[in-house]
């Protein structure tokens, strides 16, 4: 049997997937089993934030499970704590941190924190989350109803549980909101939802107005958080500080890890929440190394540089195409080219891996961007060169 026909027996086929079998990876080039290069304008969703193959971090996580790999949270585990201290001084907020392993782990966790909070600090129980309706937040069976997005609420998945609510859009929350209304949750820039940043005015005035009736902000940050936008978080960049973040995706740069900040640290205590694998020995030290790694590339000014040189081959791209694309959307290293015709966006992203480059779909219309932070100029003229080729071709 063939390696494809292997996976279509032996995986379930929850993915539409490309067959391509790929062999290694350096920063921003993948290689196939036929050596063939692509440029990976994608970083598997936004996750490979240092690129592929780095080896500062595959030596950190070699030398890390050469002594200890996994304990239990039964134990102190020192990577995690020195993560945790890593992420409350980058992101400025002065909280506690509960390590998870995926960004629909780390939302359930945010959402247990918001209900528990909405149980014990009113006389009258709260517990309606409120979020947007082009959202996106998990595929468990609590998050995917907290993701506003209807035709995720698949009927054969019934009952879901109760409690979230969906407002159009930031100015319609307001209205949404009522006695039992216990946080509102929201991406500042969404991701699968269409690569759409929020107005950051809309968005203080949300926090302003969420604190003084004390309401709680999660701010969704799996795919904005880890300097994607060029801040450490998209709160920071929007000057905004949320009762509870959650993050995954570029946080391990590869390596499964989610992780939960609050500054309402006696909400949960003993018993209230848990996970086996939850900031072990490997996810965390990988990551705190991740950490470093980013907050060097920003501080030396070059994660500026590749923001602005990529945001330059992109918009030349659109300029050039504007039969194709009506609008160029999204911040830092997540961006976007709304498509005119949606029926072009398949053939792009299908042409363009012929082509050699990886990019991706987001929402209905929006051909998306999530190269790695560490993407080199090269790879970036490379990739749009081989993207503007493609284009010639619809
Ligand atoms: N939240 C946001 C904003 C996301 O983009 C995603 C994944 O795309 C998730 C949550 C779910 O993360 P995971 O797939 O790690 O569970």
């Not at 995986?11 to 440029?39: A, M, P, R, W």
């Not at 997005?149 to 969906?166: I, L, R, V, W």
């Not at 949750?185 to 604190?211: D, H, N, S, Y």
């Not at 969704?220 to 920071?236: C, H, K, P, W």
């Amino acid at each position: 049997m063939t390696l494809e026909e292997l996976d279509k027996e032996y995986i379930l086929q929850t993915y539409k997937k490309n067959y391509v079998n790929f062999k290694e990876g350096v920063n921003s080039t993948l290689y196939d089993d036929k050596n063939k290069d692509y440029i990976d304008f994608t970083s598997g969703i936004g996750v490979v934030s240092v690129g592929h193959g780095n080896k500062k971090v595959a030596n950190t996580i070699c030398k890390q499970i050469k002594k200890i790999t996994h304990t239990s949270n039964s134990y102190m585990i020192e990577p995690q704590v020195k993560l945790a201290k890593k992420i409350s001084l980058l992101s400025g907020i002065k909280g506690s941190i509960f390590f998870a392993n995926s960004g629909a782990e780390a939302n359930e966790c945010a959402i247990k924190i918001a209900r528990k909070y909405g149980e014990t600090k009113f006389n009258n129980k709260k517990y309606k989350v409120i979020t947007l309706k082009h959202s996106f937040h998990g595929r468990t069976i609590t998050t995917v109803k907290a993701t506003g997005q209807k035709n995720m609420h698949k009927s054969y998945f019934t009952p879901y549980p109760d409690g979230f609510k969906y407002a159009t859009n930031i100015n319609n929350i307001y209205k949404e909101i009522d006695k039992e209304t216990v946080a509102v949750m929201i991406e500042l820039v969404q991701g699968e939802g269409g690569v759409q940043p929020f107005k950051k005015r809309k968005i203080q005035k949300l926090a302003r107005f969420l604190k003084k009736k004390e309401i709680l902000l999660i701010v969704d940050e799996v795919q904005t958080g880890i300097f994607r936008t060029g801040e450490f978080l998209a709160s920071n960049l929007y000057q905004i500080t949320p009762d509870i973040i959650t993050m995954a995706k570029g946080l391990g740069g590869g390596v499964p890890i989610g992780a939960v900040l609050t500054s309402h640290k006696d909400i949960l205590t003993y018993g209230d929440h848990g996970s086996t694998f939850g900031g072990n020995y490997l996810s965390t030290s990988a990551s705190l190394n991740v950490c470093s790694i980013l907050e060097d590339l920003k501080n030396n000014g070059k994660l500026k540089k590749t923001i602005l040189h990529f945001e330059t081959k992109l918009n030349k791209l659109y300029t050039n195409n504007l039969s194709v694309f009506t609008s160029s959307v999204g911040i830092g290293l997540m961006r976007g080219l709304r498509v005119k015709n949606i029926h072009t966006l398949d053939t792009i992203i299908n042409k363009g891996f012929e082509a050699g480059v990886l990019v991706l779909k987001a929402g209905k219309n929006t051909l998306r961007f999530l190269p790695p932070l560490t993407i080199s100029k090269k790879e970036i003229n490379e990739g749009f060169k081989r993207l503007e080729m493609t284009l010639k071709t619809i």
